[in-house]
Structure formats: structure tokens, C-alpha cells
């Protein structure tokens, strides 16, 4: 079983700064690739970050060089630090992981896994 826990959500100003953390904890082989994700209301999730086991990271266009992935696989965690967040920012961002892992046959699987989201609002 693998649990995936997001935090740091919250009320922020605009302008404002916001640092999203997310830990993965369970029996797991690796954690590959690891990924924010967002969805604000009545639109589609969209990807918000990516970065590989390799410390390689992608964004979304609409970034813009404002957020910054990192990865700490010492700590199985994931973090999003954002800033100069707009009111367009406002969603629930969810954190998810690609994880190798065995079951109880040993037999080895690769499988995505899915925070329960945090809310950040952006608002004056």
C-alpha cells in the first residue's frame, strides 16, 4: 500500500508565495517520476510540474518561471514552491508519483498514484 499526502495549501495574496509539500510513504520499490497536478473549478486537471528520478524537471506554459519543483528522495517527498501567484492560480493541486514496487507475488509493477489534493486560494 502506498499513501500520498499533499500540505501547504492555504489562503494566499496575490503576489504572495506559497510552498506545497508532499510525502510518500508505504511499501514501494522506487519512486520514478513525481508530478504536481491542478484543477480548479469547472475545468479540466492540468499539469503543473514534473520532475524525473533523474532531477530533470518540466512545467506548464502558463508557469512562466514563477514555481519551482524539487525533490527530496531521501525523504520520498516532492515540493512546489510558487510565487507571484494570481488569482488564476487558485485550485486544488494534487500531488502524483509513479512508483515501482512488488506485490505479494513478487511480481513487479509500475503504477500512478494520487494525492487527495490541497486547496490554494489566491485572493485579496
Known amino acids: 500500500q502506498v499513501q500520498v499526502v499533499e500540505s501547504g495549501g492555504g489562503l494566499v495574496q496575490p503576489g504572495g508565495s506559497l510552498r506545497l509539500s508532499c510525502a510518500i510513504s508505504?511499501?514501494?520499490?522506487?519512486?520514478?517520476?513525481m508530478a504536481w497536478y491542478r484543477q480548479a473549478p469547472g475545468k479540466q486537471r492540468e499539469l503543473v510540474a514534473a520532475?524525473?528520478?533523474?532531477?530533470?524537471?518540466s512545467y506548464g506554459d502558463f508557469v512562466m518561471g514563477r514555481f519551482a519543483i524539487s525533490r527530496d528522495n531521501y525523504k520520498n517527498s516532492v515540493y512546489l514552491q510558487m510565487s507571484s501567484l494570481e488569482p488564476e492560480d487558485t485550485a486544488v493541486y494534487y500531488c502524483n508519483v509513479h512508483i515501482g514496487r512488488y506485490d505479494n507475488r513478487r511480481s513487479f509493477h509500475t503504477e500512478d498514484y494520487w494525492g487527495q489534493g490541497t486547496l490554494v486560494t489566491v485572493s485579496s
Open positions: 520532475v524525473n528520478s533523474g532531477g530533470s524537471a
Open positions: 508505504g511499501s514501494f520499490f522506487e519512486i520514478y517520476s
